[in-house]
Every structure is written in structure tokens, then in C-alpha cells.
């Protein structure tokens, strides 16, 4: 029903700046909330931003406010998550996500995404 792809990641020293792409294709129009996670190896797979499509609601978790930016086209594809000021310890690989099925701050909770990406890996060196 979705399709998801990400795009964008790399290698950056510490205090640079990625920008990361995903493109959902497929029922697009029944996309509530889009979001981005990452894991690491040998650490679960964490939040990191998320959007509520409808309301364009940005939510995002503590260790990375003020650093992401998370944002969308209007027409909810591609996503894009801005990353400044990265820090070594953002090293993961980080997975774009899609709903049908939630809205609001529950568009961080990894439960809530039935749509995931293969994956892009971004690594930060000190």
C-alpha cells in the first residue's frame, strides 16, 4: 500500500550538517503522520522527529531539539529531516517511517507506523 524510501545520508565530521529525503509512494493520500527514528547497533531503534501530515505539527525528541528540523512537501512526499550541528553520538542508521493510522504526538511512538524504509546510514566523526 506505501512504499518508502530514504536517501541522504553520509559521513560528516562533528558540527556539520545532512539533510536526509524520503519518498513515500503508493496511497499517499492516507498518510497521517510521517516520521524519522534511527538505531544504532546493539540499541533499539528511538524516535527522533516526527510531522502530523494534516496539521503540519512538528514533534521531536529532547536530544535532538534545536538541531533537526523535520518538514514536508504539501503534498506529504518527500519528507526531509534537516540535521545541524551533529554530534557523534547521532551515528545510526535512520529509518523514515508512515501512518494511516495516528495523528498527533502519538506519530512519535514507534507502534504507531505500519511503513518503514530501508534504512540510511549516517555517521559522525569527533
Known amino acids: 500500500q506505501l512504499h518508502v524510501v530514504e536517501s541522504g545520508g553520509g559521513s560528516v565530521q562533528a558540527g556539520g550538517s545532512l539533510r536526509l529525503s524520503c519518498t513515500a509512494s503508493?496511497?499517499?493520500?492516507?498518510?497521517?503522520?510521517m516520521a524519522w527514528f534511527r538505531q544504532a547497533p546493539g540499541e533499539e531503534r528511538e524516535e527522533v522527529a516526527a510531522?502530523?501530515?494534516?496539521?503540519?505539527?512538528?514533534y521531536y525528541t529532547d536530544s535532538v531539539k534545536g538541531r533537526f528540523a523535520i518538514s514536508q512537501d504539501s503534498s506529504k512526499t518527500p519528507l526531509w529531516l534537516q540535521m545541524n550541528s551533529l554530534k557523534p553520538e547521532d551515528t545510526s542508521m535512520y529509518y523514515c517511517?508512515?501512518?494511516?493510522?495516528?495523528?498527533?504526538?502519538?506519530?512519535?511512538?514507534?507502534?504507531?507506523?505500519?511503513?518503514w524504509g530501508q534504512g540510511t546510514q549516517v555517521t559522525v566523526s569527533a
Open positions: 510531522i502530523d501530515t494534516t496539521s503540519g505539527t512538528t
Open positions: 503508493g496511497y499517499t493520500s492516507r498518510i497521517h503522520c
Open positions: 517511517a508512515a501512518s494511516f493510522r495516528v495523528v498527533g504526538s502519538n506519530c512519535l511512538s514507534r507502534d504507531a507506523h505500519d511503513y
